[in-house]
């Protein structure tokens, strides 16, 4: 499945379109990832998803490029998104408006003291054209998981590929991941490659460490670096909009989270239900359980040997659940409908159109196999919590499958 194919820019614009994920804006030092039609804010219809300097704001002219020739400028409305946890570089919107009688496919930004050239345009394609006035109900997709970003040379074959995300997910009736890529492992390349052909999987090249000193923690106070956490919400926003004409509704969570129905046999049965009760409601809130990686199950019914040599972690032999502590701050992920959502951060919605709903945690939960977050409890003090092993039978078999057909699998 991989990469979507544009048309290319018509010859007469100045520039070259852009075929990387992250283009640096010229004169500035933002970067730029996507543009996308959007006709939801007044007076605009071409949103472009950025990485910004908020130290560094300039004014920005939308360019066009219009029937093979490039349209005057106009001002682009810059909108810096309110989550940023100290760090310098931000996720942030810049609005366009297309010029009347234009149908051009590409956008480009420019300082409004620079003249657009040839050596200062970088052309974004603009996404969803056509696709822009479909009806939601006649969507192909129900229901898209988005992965916010694969950590660099991540090699986890059994947790991210198969047992904790894709084959799960199938199981529990997704109808494509989408992941967001900075570099991973050889074994996981090779499974990741043979879901991409299946058409099950997109994975959307993410090269940050090229451009920023990238943080591999939440607070700039406490880890430094140009930028939190990978840019995971670059990428968390970058996936709504790329799957809004795509699928009626979109999950976001973390490579090593699975969001788990407890009354129902899968998450469409979930969902529908939810927005029966819920009609109103645009942002359903799952809430976080940690299964400390720390204590495997005692029977050892699944260790199984043919997962000998394969790297990751089994989840299905981490059955013992923390109760959170509710004393304080405890985080959710998201079920979402993409086209009442605007901007999004990790734990909520940041604007968006309808309500937002937390799911009781006993419908359903988030099963976060991870170091432990409550050490001091004695595993007397865990919960036993066997959902996962009510898909086994399903399960196994496709892992099985699926890592056969990679190549990876122990005879």
């Known amino acids: ?183 991973s492992g050889p074994e996981l390349d090779r499974l990741l490659h043979s879901y991409s052909q299946e058409g099950f999987l997109e994975t959307v090249p993410w090269p940050i460490n090229w451009h920023l000193t990238l943080s591999h923690g939440w607070l700039f106070s406490e880890s430094g670096g140009d930028l939190h956490y990978f840019r995971q919400l670059t990428t968390l926003n970058e996936c709504i909009y ?40 645009s942002e359903f809130r799952i809430e976080n359980h940690i299964f400390p990686k720390t204590h495997v199950e005692p029977s050892g019914k699944f260790q199984l040997p043919q997962w000998e040599g394969v790297p990751g972690l089994n989840i299905l032999q981490h059955i013992y659940r923390e109760e959170p502590d509710y004393s304080i701050y405890h985080p959710y992920k998201m079920i979402v409908r993409p086209r009442l959502v605007e901007q999004t951060s990790v734990h909520e919605v940041l604007k968006k159109s309808g309500k937002s709903y937390k799911v009781p945690r006993e419908v359903c939960r988030i099963i976060h196999v991870r170091t432990p977050l409550r050490a001091s409890l004695k595993l007397e003090q865990l919960h036993m919590d066997m959902r996962l092993w009510d898909f086994h039978q399903k399960l196994i078999p496709s892992v099985n499958q699926a890592l056969r057909r990679a190549g990876l699998l122990k005879t």
């Open 1 to 183: 499945m991989g990469i979507t194919v544009f048309m290319g820019l018509p010859t007469m614009c100045p520039g070259q379109p852009s075929e990387e994920t992250i283009t640096r804006l010229h004169g500035t030092k933002h970067l730029l990832v996507s543009a996308y039609a959007d006709r939801r804010v007044s007076g605009k219809d071409i949103r472009i998803i950025g990485i910004f300097n908020r130290y560094s704001a300039q004014e920005l002219h939308c360019v066009f490029c219009c029937q093979g020739s490039m349209s005057g400028q106009s001002p682009a409305t810059v909108l810096l998104h309110s989550d940023n946890f100290g760090y310098p570089y931000v996720t942030t919107d810049v609005l366009c408006q297309t010029p009347a009688g234009c149908k051009g496919s590409h956008v480009a930004l420019v300082p409004s003291q620079l003249r657009a050239t040839t050596e200062n345009l970088a052309w974004l394609p603009v996404r969803n054209l056509k696709e822009a006035e479909q009806e939601e109900a006649r969507l192909p997709f129900n229901l898209t998981v988005c992965i916010s970003v694969l950590f660099e040379n991540f090699n986890n074959v059994l947790q991210a590929a198969d047992l904790y995300i894709l084959e799960m997910y199938r199981l529990l009736g997704v109808n494509k991941v989408v992941i967001y890529n900075i570099s």
């Open 242 to 281: 790329r799957s809004m004409h795509q699928s009626r509704y979109v999950l976001l969570n973390d490579l090593d989270e699975i969001i788990m129905p407890y009354q129902h046999d899968d998450l469409p049965s979930l969902i529908s239900d939810l927005q029966q009760q819920h009609p109103d409601t």
